[in-house]
């Protein structure tokens, strides 16, 4: 599947982010090509501040304050990205979506996230995200850019 100009705002599930930042040996480069397309401005890109919670987490949980600051500063100016907050109605769709498709609280939120800023497509590699009938939901390694 081609990211065109059909699909030129995204919305990045968590996973794409470890991929990048970690530079995992498998998913990596497919996550920096992504990003790379973001900095560039060829397409924009949505995160939710669930996802700063959950990236953040293990550079605190390894006393790591100095990665968890790199972190959160090279995402917050990040070229073409956009934090999303939460905020009630995301909350209550969430909720919808968690009572429709039984999917976690924390994928639900990032569903319902995506879906309140209307992006044209969410891009995961979970699997099971991958049902969700709402949402344009592309698995990382079938984005051609």
């Known amino acids: 599947m081609k990211i065109t ?14 991929y990048f930042l970690e530079g995992h040996d498998i998913y990596g480069p497919q996550a920096k090509s992504i990003f790379e397309k973001v900095e560039s401005g060829r397409v924009t890109a949505n995160i939710s501040v669930l996802t700063m919670t959950e990236l953040l987490t293990g550079p605190y949980r390894m006393n790591d304050d100095l990665l968890a600051l790199e972190y959160h500063v090279l995402l917050y100016h990040f070229p073409h990205l956009k934090i999303q907050d939460v905020n009630l109605d995301i909350a209550v769709e969430a909720a919808r979506i968690r009572g429709l498709y039984d999917f976690a609280i924390p994928d639900s939120l990032l569903l319902a996230t995506a879906l309140h800023t209307g992006v044209d497509a ?21 984005v051609k850019l």
Not at 5 to 18: A, E, G
Not at 132 to 142: K, S
């Open 5 to 18: 100009s059909s699909f030129n705002r995204l919305f990045l599930d968590t996973c794409v982010l470890i």
């Open 122 to 142: 969410f891009i995961t590699n979970d699997q099971r995200l991958m049902k969700f009938p709402e949402l344009e939901v592309l698995d990382l390694m079938h």
